[in-house]
């Protein structure tokens, strides 16, 4: 991957499934992860649990095995409000100290990260951007102009990176990368010299 020019791996997120893994089988593939790929990349472990409680127990596993950082998304199907959620990330975010990226993606989880939430949760120190897969490209561009301190909004879409790359997000988690990985960066590489043109011209 990192011969692709990709420069970080997600392990349990979305794509990989990490909802069907026994104990044993996340720790495998947390472990072949960090095995194969420890200091050539960035290594963040999805954390998503239905229990806040959990998603602490598996942060304290990623931080043992190595891992930089961490993504999270709100609790699934329980659907908590707004406040629910701040204290969910707060709390998992005030148990460890690895960096936290949170992940908004409603279709998967049933509630969205509202902008007013990042805008408070943006202030933790712990907590250090956040993966917009909701496909609301007007709530991207909100979070993107807000200008947040130390917080980074990560392009969460597939179909979606020359807007968000054009309004100025500096990352993308992509799922086409574990196919497509040369592909996905060449994209990247080539919409950031574009809007560099566009902007000297």
């Known amino acids: 991957m ?13 794509t990989g499934e990490y909802y069907t893994f026994s104990p044993a089988e996340r720790e495998l593939v947390l472990t072949t992860i960090a095995d194969a790929a420890k200091g050539k990349v960035t290594l963040i472990a999805g954390i998503n649990s239905l229990s806040t409680n959990h998603s602490i127990e598996l942060a304290h596993q990623a931080k043992n095995l190595g891992y930089d950082g961490l993504m ?8 908590p409000d707004q406040d629910g959620i701040i ?17 908004n993606f409603p279709a998967r989880v049933g509630v969205s990260i509202e902008f007013e939430t990042v805008a408070h949760l943006s202030k933790h120190p712990n907590i250090v951007g956040v993966k917009e897969s909701s ?4 709530h991207a561009l909100r979070m993107l102009q807000a200008d947040f ?3 980074e909004v990560v392009c969460g879409c597939d179909d979606q ?16 990368a574990n196919v497509f990985p040369a592909e996905q ?17």
Do not use: Q
């Open 161 to 176: 990176p020359v807007d968000f790359f054009f309004w100025g997000a500096k990352s993308w988690i992509a799922g086409a």
């Open 72 to 79: 999270l998304s709100a609790n699934p199907y329980s659907l």
């Open 87 to 103: 204290a969910h990330f707060e709390t998992v975010a005030d148990a460890t100290d690895l960096p936290i990226i949170m992940y």
């Open 135 to 138: 496909g609301d490209f007007s």
């Open 2 to 14: 990192r011969r692709k020019g990709v420069t970080g791996i997600v392990a349990c997120g979305t």
């Open 149 to 151: 301190e130390n917080f």
């Open 185 to 201: 960066v060449a994209l990247f590489e080539a919409t950031k010299k574009a809007i560099g043109t566009v902007l000297k011209n």
